[in-house]
């Protein structure tokens, strides 16, 4: 079992920055992976980033060299920086947990980007 909890949410203005926190209830250290989805209006849930228990990192095509995923063990939290940011990618945002048999969601932080 593990609970998570999005942060760092809010609005911004293009080419802004935010760092979302997903804080889990347990260590994350043997959780295989760990994701950010989000989700626009209208639109289905889509993978932003994710990171394994070994470190890698696999990215939506959407958000390589603006966005970056990590991983603080000691704080049971991970982050995702995002920089550059676009009204696209306005959305609410899911942090995920896959320890490989189950999957567990949090509640999700919106982020707005726009003028």
């Known amino acids: 079992q593990v609970q998570l909890v999005e942060s760092g949410g809010g609005s911004v203005q293009p080419g802004g920055s935010l760092r979302l926190s997903c804080a889990a209830s347990?260590?994350?250290?043997?959780?295989?992976?760990m994701a950010w989805y989000r989700q626009a209006p209208g639109k289905q849930r889509e993978l932003v980033a994710a990171?394994?228990?070994?470190?890698?990192?696999n990215y939506a095509d959407s958000v390589k060299g603006r966005f970056t995923i990590s991983r603080d063990n000691a704080k049971n939290t991970v982050y995702l920086q995002m920089n550059s940011l676009k009204p696209e990618d306005t959305a609410v945002y899911y942090c995920?947990?896959?320890?490989?048999?189950?999957?567990?969601w949090g509640q999700g932080t919106q982020v707005t980007v726009s003028s």
């Open positions: 995920n947990a896959d320890p490989g048999y189950a999957d567990y």
């Open positions: 347990r260590s994350i250290s043997g959780i295989y992976a």
């Open positions: 990171i394994t228990s070994d470190g890698s990192t």
